[in-house]
């Protein structure tokens, strides 16, 4: 078996309350480790899975996590994405989001890991079709066969950065980026 590189963001997530989080679907593979508290993943196919040690999410999986604090008065997870052999990048990968666009299926998945990867870049659909050398019309047509959409993808993937930038202070939700890095995985 050969190793392969991939790049990986740890987060821990921590906080003196429960937590409740609905509807987060990232776009790339996580795992969550409980560390501290009671914790609950739920996902489409069950009806919450409680996480002793850890779990791993598929791409795309829709979860809810339930976070109760233990007698300590605390609960804590971490979180980790593994965004696979690609490197975190300041704009997006016009030449690889075009070479899936024209020859594969699954742009919608490598749209939506390019918005996530790139947060604040001023994405655009006219811009975007036009980077790609298709009509604006065509692009969401590609997309809606996908079940995606333009909007929502950059709104899901803003707001998930967002909340592990910093955190859900209504929620009483602290998050800390613990390491961005390469790994080899054998």
Same mark, same amino acid.
């Given at each position: 078996m050969q190793a392969r590189n991939s790049f990986e963001l740890e987060y821990q997530l921590s906080a003196t309350r429960s937590v409740q989080l609905n509807d987060l679907r990232f776009p790339f593979p996580s795992h969550w480790r409980a560390v501290r508290g009671t914790q609950r993943l739920s996902t489409a196919s069950n009806a919450g899975l409680s996480l002793h040690s850890e779990a791993r999410v598929r #791409? $795309?999986? *829709? +979860? =809810? +996590?339930f976070m109760t604090p233990d007698t300590s008065g605390g609960v804590t997870t971490h979180l980790t994405i593994d965004f696979g052999p690609m490197t975190p990048? @300041? =704009? @997006? =990968?016009? =030449?690889e989001l075009g070479r899936v666009y024209h020859h594969a299926r699954?742009?919608? *998945? #490598?749209l939506a890991r390019s918005m996530f990867q790139t947060p604040y870049y001023p994405w655009k659909l006219h811009e975007t079709a036009s980077a790609l050398g298709t009509l604006p019309r065509s692009l969401q047509k590609t997309l809606f066969r996908e079940c995606y959409s333009f909007d929502a993808a950059l709104r899901r993937c803003r707001r998930l950065n967002g909340l592990? $930038? $910093?955190?859900?202070?209504s929620a009483g939700l602290r !998050? !800390?980026? *613990?390491?961005r890095e390469f790994r080899k995985h054998a």
């Open positions: #791409a $795309e999986q *829709l +979860i =809810d +996590i990048r @300041p =704009d @997006p =990968d016009w =030449d699954g742009f919608g *998945l #490598a592990l $930038e $910093e955190g859900n202070s !998050v !800390v980026g *613990l390491r």
